[in-house]
């Protein structure tokens, strides 16, 4: 089935710790974004990618960083893990930016 | 700054009509979206307003006022499959989406 891989689909993660959260597309999609979705705030940008080799920051950047090497991937890591990192964190992907975005099935990470 | 406003939970009767506001004050518009999200599960398009006007889809419709800043979702002959959280999403003058918080739906039998 195409769409986007998202993995793992949940962590707990020590505090202080590295991690890199995955995300894969099949659907040939120029645009790719990573989310974090928090109770009450809605969905926030953390960065995105409008093609391959090009990334971008969104709203909420620090202490995350990502690539974007080829089209199909776009994985995000967290250099040193704290407790407000702990999220539902979406990776989605659009084909034009203005089209609709599909979003993967989300990682849900705690940091303790 | 930007913002999205819609209500925070709402709710209907099985089988009744419900209207799901939002607002925005955006830096541009280039486009919103309306997204379904389960509870645990990953946000799902429903409907994209561009122009203004009613964009009807089956039981679900949705509407735009770009002068008012304005857009409605419309959910006829409500089914038990229908709670869910919805996302009001507005394209900014930058290509990016800005989202609300979403509207949590409770249907009641």
């Known amino acids: 089935t195409a769409g986007i891989t998202q993995a793992p689909t949940s962590q707990i993660l020590a505090a202080g710790r590295s991690m890199t959260l995955r995300c894969t597309q099949d659907?040939?999609?120029?645009?790719m974004y990573w989310y974090r979705q928090d109770l009450g705030l809605g969905l926030r940008l953390i960065h995105y990618?409008?093609?391959?080799?090009?990334?971008g920051k969104g709203e909420v950047p620090d202490g995350y960083s990502v690539s974007r090497a080829n089209t199909d991937d776009f994985p995000l890591t967290l250099a040193s893990a704290v407790p407000s990192q702990t999220s539902v964190y979406f990776c989605?992907?659009?084909?034009?930016?203005?089209?609709?975005?599909?979003f993967g099935s989300g990682t849900r990470l705690t940091v303790v | 700054g930007q913002n999205i406003d819609q209500p925070t939970e709402m709710t209907a009767t099985e089988g009744a009509i419900v209207q799901i506001n939002c607002t925005y004050q955006?830096?541009?518009?280039?486009?919103l979206f309306w997204y379904q999200q389960h509870a645990g599960e990953a946000p799902t398009f429903l409907s994209y307003?561009?122009l203004d006007g009613l964009e009807e889809k089956g039981r679900f419709s949705s509407f735009l006022s770009r002068s008012k800043g304005y857009s409605y979702l419309l959910l006829k002959e409500l089914q038990m499959k229908d709670s869910a959280s919805y996302l009001c999403?507005?394209?900014?003058?930058?290509?990016?989406?800005?989202w609300g918080a979403g509207t949590k739906l409770i249907i009641k039998p």
């Open positions: 307003n561009v």
């Open positions: 659907m040939r999609h120029n645009a």
């Open positions: 989605a992907s659009s084909d034009s930016g203005q089209g609709g975005y599909t």
């Open positions: 990618s409008n093609t391959a080799g090009t990334t």
């Open positions: 955006t830096s541009g518009f280039n486009g």
């Open positions: 999403a507005v394209v900014d003058s930058n290509y990016q989406l800005i």
